[in-house]
C-alpha cells in the first residue's frame, strides 16, 4: 500500500526554470493538499483539491498553480522558480467531504526538497 | 481565523523525564478538528491521533496521552517517561470546513530533543 507518492524527492532549480511536482494517493480520497515547510514556519498550504475537478487557495498561492488531472494525482508547478521556493514541499490527501465519522486525518507524501539556486 | 500555536519552539530533556507539548487553537468553527503529528529527523509526517471537537474526552496510547479542553482551546500532548526515539518535531494541527473540505492548519511545531 503506496498511500501517498511523490516525485521527485530532490529537485536543483535555476532561478527562471519552470518544474512540476507530482503526486499521487492510492486511499480514494477526494481531498488533495500541497504545503512547504520552512524552518520555524510549520506547513503552510499553498493551495487544495477539495474533490476532483476543483481547486483553491490556500496560504501561500503566489508563484504556484496546480492542477487535479483525476481523484488520484494532484501537481504542483512553478512556473518561474525564485529563490524564495526554495523549501520542503509536501502533497498530502485526506477523505474529509463532510462524512460523519469518515477520518479526516491527513496522509502525507514523504516530501520533495527543492532548492532554487 | 483559524489558527494554531505552539508557544514552545524547542524543548530539551533529559531521558525518562516526562514532557508536555503545548497547543492552543483558535477557530470559531463548531465542528472542527484537531491533530497531533511527528516529525522524525528523517522527515516523514506521522500521524499520531485525531480528536473531533464534540470529544473531549482525554486519550492515552501506551507513554503518550493528550488532554483536550474546549474551555481553554488546548489540546496538549504528553510523552510520559521520554526515550531518545521520542526526539522529533511535533506538530498540532487544526482542522476546518472550508469548500466541502476540512483544511488542515498547521502550528509551527515543537522540536524536541531528548537526551540519553
Known amino acids: 500500500n503506496a498511500g501517498v507518492t511523490q516525485t521527485p524527492k530532490f529537485q536543483v532549480l535555476k532561478t527562471g526554470q519552470s518544474m512540476t511536482l507530482q503526486c499521487a494517493q492510492d486511499m480514494n480520497h477526494n481531498s488533495m493538499y500541497w504545503y512547504r515547510q520552512d524552518p520555524g514556519m510549520g506547513l503552510r498550504l499553498i493551495y487544495y483539491s477539495a474533490s476532483e475537478g476543483t481547486t483553491d487557495k490556500g496560504e501561500v498561492p503566489n508563484g504556484y498553480n496546480v492542477s487535479r488531472l483525476n481523484k488520484r494525482e494532484f501537481s504542483l508547478r512553478l512556473e518561474s522558480a525564485a529563490p524564495s521556493q526554495t523549501s520542503v514541499y509536501f502533497c498530502a490527501s485526506s477523505e474529509s467531504f463532510f462524512r460523519a465519522g469518515m477520518d479526516t486525518e491527513a496522509f502525507f507524501g514523504q516530501g520533495t526538497r527543492l532548492t532554487v539556486v | 481565523a483559524q489558527k494554531v500555536t505552539q508557544a514552545q519552539t524547542e524543548i530539551s530533556v533529559v531521558e525518562k523525564e516526562d514532557v508536555t507539548l503545548d497547543c492552543v487553537y483558535e477557530t470559531r468553527d463548531t465542528t472542527y478538528y484537531l491533530f497531533w503529528y511527528k516529525q522524525p529527523p528523517s522527515g516523514e509526517l506521522v500521524f499520531l491521533i485525531r480528536?473531533?471537537?464534540?470529544?473531549?474526552q482525554n486519550e492515552i496510547s501506551g507513554r503518550y496521552s493528550w488532554n483536550f479542553q474546549k474551555s481553554t482551546s488546548s489540546f496538549n500532548f504528553t510523552i510520559t517517561a521520554s526515550q531518545v526515539v521520542d526526539s522529533a518535531v511535533y506538530f498540532c494541527?487544526?482542522?476546518?470546513?472550508?469548500?466541502?473540505?476540512?483544511?488542515?492548519?498547521f502550528g509551527r511545531g515543537t522540536s524536541l530533543i531528548v537526551h540519553p
Open positions: 494541527a487544526l482542522s476546518f470546513a472550508s469548500g466541502g473540505s476540512y483544511i488542515p492548519t
Open positions: 480528536r473531533n471537537s464534540f470529544d473531549e
